[in-house]
């Protein structure tokens, strides 16, 4: 169908590390959040942030090295071909949606995403192995749904994710079959202001978000009826 997205998506899990046939091991959630929450702790206590930024993909350049780390992981890794173009096509809605790891001046990560109507589909998510298990592709996640928000979009989907399914279920995705979708809170001032908590919470997209701390900010209470 003219329009329609090409079927993509791979993860490489901040969860757990590929076994012997390409599938991921998980580690048990309270396990991932306990060590990913005391890293953070004591790094804060020594002063320090993560080394690991993640931030807003800023070219079409950056976004053509997101593309190749992401179709590294995939046997044979995917040239760029269709695939690439379409998310060059869609170069303004990629921008926005799609954010990348960065140790130094290295993308290591990230995830590509864009917007088809009011639907934000997650392509893809790459997380080096030296920094699964931080919580960073569940950040990448967090941050394509913020800007999903922000916006009029309604609903997140990914497209088959097999491997990675036990990782999206936990962040609220559902669906039969290898497909997951999410949907977003309605449209109104509830949205709003909970978009704006989390962007204070969150910092500055742009310059870079420490990519294992937890996100602590104030959910917006409903208004009650005068």
């Known amino acids: ?17 590929p076994d012997n046939h390409g599938a991921a091991s998980h580690r048990p959630e309270r396990r991932v959040a306990s060590v990913a929450a005391s890293r953070w702790r004591r790094s804060r ?71 088809f109507d009011q639907v934000v589909t997650i392509r893809a998510i790459a997380v080096p192995e030296s920094d699964r298990g931080l919580g960073v592709g569940r950040r990448l996640v967090e941050l394509v749904e913020l800007e999903a928000m922000d916006g009029p979009c309604l609903m997140l989907a990914l497209g088959s994710v097999d491997d990675a399914r036990g990782f999206y279920d936990k962040l609220g995705f559902r669906g039969r079959h290898s497909g997951r979708s999410k949907d977003l809170p309605p449209l109104g001032r509830l949205r709003d202001r909970r978009v704006a908590s989390l962007r204070a919470a969150l910092g500055d997209l742009d310059s870079g978000v420490a990519a294992g701390a937890p996100i602590e900010h104030t959910e917006p209470r409903a208004e009650s009826s005068p």
């Open 45 to 115: 206590r020594m002063g320090m942030l993560l080394a690991v930024l993640i931030r807003r993909v800023r070219s079409i350049e950056e976004l053509g090295v997101l593309f190749d780390v992401v179709a590294a992981q995939f046997e044979p890794p995917l040239p760029r071909d269709r695939r690439f173009d379409e998310v060059v096509d869609r170069w303004e809605s990629a921008q926005r949606m799609s954010f990348c790891i960065v140790e130094g001046d290295a993308i290591v990560g990230g995830v590509l995403a864009m917007a």
């Open 1 to 17: 169908m003219k329009g329609s997205p090409t079927s993509w998506t791979k993860t490489t899990l901040a969860t757990g590390r």
